[in-house]
């Protein structure tokens, strides 16, 4: 059963900040791997799509990696803005999922000014 | 181009009732899912539909059950309502037919959420 882990469950920094937001996963069988956004009381947001394929994407301040032998993938996010702040999701689609997503239980990212 | 629609987006039911979710996808995407989101649990895996079938379904009782229509709209439908079942309901569409590494990403609605008295 994939499970699906992500690292630290809160984070606060100062705006301008760089920082590294982690995921990691049991099963190295996945198709893909999705990074999203949530805002409190909100549906979700996809910000990233990484195929098993791939390595890294990136959109703007954003730079997603994955290492899927490893079964790692990492958020990027450069000169953090209050506007940042929220819950980040890691899903993963697992080859046996049964087109199901795998989700971690977020990070939730404080930016103060 | 419209979103993910999701409807009602607030609803309050007291236990032993049943209720029905609405999802409309966004327009051209055939697969619909959804997922069940708490604070405790996190976000779980309902079921999944592709043109009218389910080809997969979470590990939840059977009171829990959808449908999906020809025009790729879908509902979802608890039954017999638990305390338990107070959630934020999420449909989430895709473009693509899932198969191998040409897999569609995946675009959430708002949610509905059910508090259950």
């Known amino acids: 059963k994939q499970e699906v882990t992500q690292i630290p469950a809160a984070l606060s920094v100062p705006e301008g900040e760089n920082l590294v937001l982690n995921c990691s996963f049991t099963?190295?069988?996945?198709?893909?791997l999705q990074w999203f956004r949530q805002d409190p009381g909100k549906g979700l947001t996809s910000l990233l799509l990484?195929?098993?394929?791939?390595r890294e994407q990136t959109s703007g301040r954003l730079n997603a990696s994955l290492d899927k032998s490893s079964g790692r993938s990492t958020l990027y996010i450069a000169a953090s803005q209050p506007g940042d702040s929220a819950t980040y999701l890691c899903a993963v689609l697992g080859t046996n999922s049964g087109y199901a997503l795998n989700f971690g239980k977020g990070t939730s990212l404080l930016v103060t000014p | 181009k419209a979103g993910v629609t999701q409807t009602p987006r607030y609803l309050i039911k007291t236990r032993g009732q049943q209720v029905t979710l609405s999802c409309s996808p966004i327009?051209?995407?055939?697969?619909v899912s959804w997922y069940q989101q708490t604070p405790g649990q996190g976000l779980q895996f309902l079921f999944e539909?592709?043109?009218?079938?389910?080809?997969n379904k979470g590990n939840f009782p059977g009171r829990f059950s959808g449908r999906q229509f020809s025009n790729s709209r879908s509902e979802m439908n608890v039954s017999t309502l638990e305390l338990g079942d107070s959630a934020l309901y999420l449909c989430?569409?895709?473009?693509?037919?899932?198969?191998?590494?040409?897999?569609?990403?995946?675009?959430f609605g708002e949610g509905s959420r059910l508090t259950v008295l």
């Open positions: 099963d190295s069988a996945i198709y893909n």
């Open positions: 989430a569409s895709s473009l693509i037919y899932w198969q191998g590494e040409d897999t569609g990403e995946l675009f």
């Open positions: 327009s051209g995407h055939r697969s």
């Open positions: 539909y592709f043109s009218e079938t389910q080809r």
């Open positions: 990484i195929q098993s394929s791939q």
